[in-house]
């Protein structure tokens, strides 16, 4: 089945980190852009961070910067949202996206509906709480 599949959320206190990974099942992600949005009950989605194809161009939500890095590894194909100096507030469902759009051009992470993305994945619960 041909899907994006999210894995490394888990429960950590206040201050600690996470390292999130974004890989396709069936499909690589060579020539996606990809994205990271999270969403926490009650609140609207937020995107997070993109980077293109291959790598050039990368942003961050101004919540996320400085603390949150984003990278791809495209011999391996996997695309990493390293989560540095977390806290309470960053606890959410954090999902990944891909689109062949932008190309090699930069990315944004202003366009939060789901069908604007060729995939959409099922998400990674992180919380962050002591």
């Known amino acids: 089945q041909l899907q994006l599949v999210e894995s490394g959320g888990g429960l950590v206190q206040p201050g600690g980190s996470l390292k999130l990974s974004c890989a396709g099942s069936?499909?690589?992600?060579?020539?996606?852009?990809v994205y990271w949005f999270r969403q926490a009950p009650g609140r609207e989605r937020e995107g997070v961070s993109c980077?293109?194809?291959?790598?050039?161009?990368?942003k961050y939500a101004n919540s996320v910067k400085g603390r949150f890095t984003i990278s791809r590894d495209n011999l391996q194909h996997i695309v990493y949202l390293q989560m540095d100096s977390l806290k309470p507030d960053d606890t959410a469902r954090y999902y990944c996206?891909?689109?062949?759009?932008?190309?090699?051009?930069?990315?944004?992470?202003?366009?939060?509906?789901?069908?604007?993305?060729?995939?959409w994945g099922q998400g990674t619960q992180v919380t962050v709480s002591s």
């Open positions: 069936g499909f690589t992600l060579d020539y996606y852009a």
């Open positions: 980077i293109s194809y291959p790598g050039r161009h990368i």
């Open positions: 996206a891909a689109d062949r759009n932008p190309g090699s051009g930069p990315c944004t992470v202003t366009d939060l509906n789901t069908g604007s993305y060729d995939w």
